[in-house]
């Protein structure tokens, strides 16, 4: 049992709940291949910056969905393109 293959491959986009894939969703249609910030998002969903920073943004980045950069104390994200 323990030496089945797994053949199938399971997308990060799968393991995403109905919010995040609502800001995933939202961040593809109006920032891709664009960086933005954690205020960007918050006011285009008018969401509290710290519950986007802290449990939305965190997992898209864990998940590779998201890549994250700091420049002057600030943090910037992209969408990373899925083949």
Avoid: A
Avoid at 21 to 26: A, C, L, T
Avoid at 38 to 59: A, F
């Amino acid at each position: 049992m323990f030496e089945q293959v797994f053949e199938g491959y399971i997308s990060p986009l799968d393991l995403l709940k109905p919010k995040e894939r609502e800001i995933y969703d939202w961040i593809k249609e109006n920032y891709n291949h664009q960086e933005f910030s954690v205020n960007d998002i918050s006011d285009g969903l008018n969401l509290d910056q710290d519950n986007i920073r802290s449990k939305y943004l965190k997992k898209l980045v864990d998940l590779q969905l998201l890549e994250k950069r700091e420049l002057n104390r600030k943090n910037y994200y992209r969408l990373i393109t899925l083949d």
